[in-house]
């Protein structure tokens, strides 16, 4: 089962109601709002499910109406190299 953690040279601001983020040093900055920035505020090394069920019960809603979403999120942070999967 895949894990997920804040890639290496990462920075993270976390104010509030945003989350801002960029890879070292050249960027670009993400700003990370709503669900976005629920999602990446439970990336603690943990397992997709546990990720989905924390989101879920965040957001009252049931895993498997999310569970699409919060994969295609966390893969866009990959591929940005925001976040590594193992």
């Known amino acids: 089962m895949s894990t997920f953690r804040i890639a290496a040279r ?3 601001e976390d104010v509030e109601t945003e989350v801002y983020v960029a890879a070292l040093p050249d960027g670009p ?3 990370l709002r709503d669900a976005a ?3 990446w505020r ?3 090394g943990d397992s997709l ?7 879920a019960d965040a957001e009252g809603r049931a895993p498997d109406e999310i569970r699409e979403d919060v994969v295609t999120f966390l ?3 990959a591929a940005q190299g925001l976040v590594d999967e193992e």
């Open 42 to 44: 439970e990336i603690v």
């Open 10 to 12: 990462v920075g993270v």
């Open 29 to 31: 900055i993400i700003v």
């Open 75 to 77: 893969t866009e942070l």
């Open 49 to 55: 499910d546990a990720i989905v069920e924390r989101v």
């Open 37 to 39: 920035a629920l999602i």
